[in-house]
DNA sequence: GTCTATAGCCGGATAGAC
DNA sequence: GTCTATCCGGCTATAGAC
């Protein structure tokens, strides 16, 4: 806490979280970071041996805000369907930044899968914690193999990124979010069918 | 026809269009298609002025290849419904590859949407083109708003490539596939009850 | 802990011999 | 048309002064 240099080291990681987005991992140096928060370049290996080390802690930083956001949603919101959709009503509330440059972990598992083994499988992990917060929500609901639906959700998701960015289409987006919810409300209903 | 230079052309868009889609555009080099094709690295520029000039080849070389896997569907499938089960069915065709490296025109319009403007609209061309020819068929389906169902096809095709190829998850690609498929069915089937 | 200077490499692009 | 040699710049990473 004391440290000096925590506070630099977390300008880097917030600097390279924002520029990864925007830009790509392999398309960022450390230039464009040192230039973003103003630390020179030969001091970033100070807190980081290798620029994959930053990659890592990167990809922690938006695993745990991840995590926090989705521990805000289950204390605001009791019912596991209404937590569903504000997990997807994330799509409109980033909106811009998804037309804009896609999605900040769809697009980096992507742009990693190019890479080496060691880079793909680190890609995995925030995707691993969405996947099995949406999964403990759906089995909450009733719903049956809720593992498979969290990962139908995530793939609509994902998809309906890919081609409002591809083709800068807002009205694709707000249309699938709707469509997306009342999937959600008709899972949500069809277990009680099913149960019965 | 007659140019000795044609085939040396073709050779190094060929290379570089399976460069791009395994390790992607930025990560290709000239040495990478060099090694790729024994042509020597300053050669390159009696054929294309500059890199960008190649990727708008191999994007023309995509559309021209879509564009003709298309019309072969349409010639050997006489009923729309069919047609698009056909296009779905390249998720199964192609599942090793999607599951490497994703999908050669969504990975590459995701890695093209971080870049300059003029690169970001280049990628549209090859999904529009599938767009189109998926939009004409839900049409001679009898689907109403085909434009829009055109979009949710190749939204869903892409959002299960996403996560198929982020967690290797060749399980997740078929089961997905079958979903894809029953979901075209029920398009057909709906306009039926629709129109009546 | 902070910063400058620079090594060492590889990228795209060019010039010009053959 | 084909190929070699090379320029110039940017990259990650390192060394070492302060």
């Given amino acids: 806490m004391g440290k000096k240099g925590e ?5 880097i990681i917030d600097a390279a979280d924002q520029l990864f987005f925007k830009r790509g991992f392999n398309q960022t140096s450390f230039q464009d970071i040192s230039d973003a928060t103003g630390i020179p370049r030969g ?5 980081f041996k290798t620029k994959e080390d930053i990659l890592d802690a990167v990809l922690q930083l938006r695993r745990d805000m991840f995590i926090d956001s989705l521990k805000q949603i289950e204390v605001n919101t009791g019912n596991p369907l209404e937590r569903l ?11 811009d930044d998804i037309l804009a440059s896609g999605c900040p972990i769809g697009s980096l598992s992507t742009e990693l899968a190019k890479g080496t083994k060691d880079l793909q499988e680190k890609s995995q992990v925030v ?7 949406a999964s403990v929500q759906f089995s909450a609901m009733g719903v049956q193999r809720s593992d ?3 990962m139908d959700l995530l793939a609509w998701m994902q998809g309906v990124t890919v081609m409002a960015c591809a083709f800068k289409d ?3 987006l707000q249309r ?14 069809s277990k009680v069918v099913e149960s019965a």
Avoid: P
């Fill in 7 to 11: 506070d630099n080291r977390q300008r």
């Fill in 43 to 47: 001091n970033f290996y100070y807190y």
């Fill in 85 to 95: 959709i504000k997990l997807a009503d994330m799509l409109d509330v980033n909106s």
């Fill in 127 to 133: 995707f691993q914690a969405i996947k099995q917060w």
């Fill in 148 to 150: 498979d639906a969290a």
């Fill in 170 to 172: 807002v009205a694709f």
């Fill in 176 to 189: 699938s979010l709707q469509e997306l919810k009342q999937w959600l409300k008709q899972k949500a209903h």
